[in-house]
């Protein structure tokens, strides 16, 4: 988390979770984040029950809110920058919007080779909250007629897919990565895409750095979602919960649900979302209090 803390108020629940339902008591959890969010963390629920590590970031850049949206969403990139990292064979990347509903562990098992991450699938190929944003903009960039920019359009997403634009995609709020380095090149790969899209001063895509990710998973072919279908779900929600969002069924063998969208009235808006959905399946976790950290200790 960098440049937006008010993420930090919707990871209590992750940790909360994690200790009572995911059996990952005693394990380690990275926290990729700027210096001047460390006293945030402190306070946080349940974060007693597991091995914390930090990796600081520089802070937040003072620049135009795209650049700074850009920054704060690509800090997971730089996982594999940390220092211990090679002490872990597979990483497990979590959104704070997502909920741990069962033991852990089969999930992260589950990675199949060290060619692929897993992720849940989400949408086509050529949304525009993926990788088809970015052919889009490009393209959109260069001077062409509308049918030419159809055929090239094609063309190029041919690179990403055999199957083109009706091949299903995934969203990248939970994500399994082997620690691989073929995984270090994938990921290397975005973040150099990001720089070179920033540079050409291209028009930000919606997905923010998503796409990016989609992006260059599809062009490498290191998407396996058979894992990540077993063992998580996705809630999108609306700013009003509806039964028709209650009532998404969700996997027998289900260890994650992530709640993309529902956040447009705000980080505390969208946590009462995903409380009123733990209050549907019966699902009961500590009341969070907030506490703030005054330099010795947490006080209310």
């Known amino acids: 988390i960098a440049c937006k803390k008010h993420y ?3 990871l209590g629940q992750v940790l909360q979770s994690l200790h009572k339902f995911g059996g990952y008591d005693g394990g380690d959890i990275l926290f990729i984040t700027e210096p001047s969010f460390v006293p945030l963390y402190r306070c946080l629920p349940a974060q007693d029950h597991f091995n914390i590590h930090f990796f600081l970031l520089e802070s937040c850049p003072e620049v135009d809110t795209d650049d700074r949206n850009i920054y704060a969403t690509s800090s997971r990139l730089r996982v594999f920058d940390w220092p211990g990292i090679d002490q ?6 979590l959104d704070t919007d997502v909920l741990v509903i069962n033991n852990v562990f089969p999930f992260l098992r589950a990675i199949e080779s060290g060619n692929q991450l897993s992720a849940m699938q989400e949408d086509k190929l050529c949304s525009p909250y993926h990788s088809g944003a970015l052919l889009a903009i490009y393209l959109q960039n260069k001077t062409m007629g509308e049918e030419n920019f159809k055929n090239e359009y094609r063309e190029v997403v041919k690179v990403l897919s055999d199957r083109g634009c009706p091949d299903v995609t995934f969203n990248s709020g939970i994500m399994l990565i082997p620690n691989s380095f073929r995984m270090r090149h994938v990921f290397n790969s975005i973040r150099c895409l990001v720089g070179q899209w920033a540079q050409a001063n291209l028009k930000r895509p919606k997905g923010m750095e998503q796409p990016f990710i989609t992006y260059q998973v599809h062009r490498h072919r290191a998407l396996n979602i058979s894992a990540a279908v077993r063992y998580t779900a996705t809630i999108p929600l609306r700013n009003v919960v509806t039964k028709k969002q209650m009532k998404v069924p969700i996997p027998k063998n289900a260890v994650l649900i992530h709640f993309p969208m529902g956040g447009s009235r705000g980080s ?3 946590k009462k979302l995903i409380t009123w959905w733990m209050q549907w399946q019966n699902m009961t976790l500590p009341p969070l209090v907030n506490l703030n950290w ?6 209310p």
């Open 294 to 299: 005054n330099g010795n200790a947490c006080v």
């Open 8 to 10: 930090v108020l919707l």
């Open 268 to 270: 505390a808006h969208k």
């Open 88 to 93: 872990y064979n597979t990483l497990l990347y």
